[in-house]
């Protein structure tokens, strides 16, 4: 179906993520933190990018912000999972050129109905 990158520094979560859309159909490339979703993405070119906020070496934010000035990337549309619920830390998601922000724990089949609904808006 579509090409997702997923980046979350936590290897159960990322475990869980890649295993709920590889098993909705999708092909799913997993990194570790911002850093390595920032240089994967513009060697996969994924349809939809999931990404944690609070990663080691790049914050999700961070690399979000910089796939958004990159010309190749900047259309692709970005999920933030994160814990982090605060308005404060939404609006800081969706000002780094967020599409969604869905806070963890989330039900695998709500993240499937999100990625595609995200998908369909984007014509993937």
């Known amino acids: 179906m ?3 990158l997923i980046a979350e520094d936590e290897p159960d979560i990322r475990e869980l993520v890649a295993f709920t859309l590889r098993f909705a ?3 799913v490339t997993s990194t570790a933190n911002g850093e390595e979703a920032l240089h994967q993405a513009s060697q996969v070119i994924p349809d939809l990018i999931i990404m944690d906020v ?3 070496k790049m914050t ?3 690399a979000c912000r910089a796939m958004k000035a990159d010309m190749m990337l900047k259309d692709i549309p970005v999920i933030f999972l994160s814990a982090k619920g605060q308005d404060s ?7 780094a050129g967020a599409e ?3 806070l ?3 039900a695998p089949d709500q993240l499937v109905e999100r990625v595609k609904s995200i998908l369909a ?3 993937k």
Not at 89 to 95: F, K, L, N, S, Y
């Open 2 to 4: 579509a090409r997702i």
């Open 25 to 27: 159909g999708h092909e």
């Open 54 to 56: 609070r990663m080691p």
């Open 60 to 62: 999700g934010y961070d």
């Open 89 to 95: 830390e939404i609006q800081a998601g969706m000002e």
């Open 100 to 102: 969604e922000y869905l």
């Open 104 to 106: 963890k724990p989330f």
């Open 121 to 123: 808006k984007f014509g």
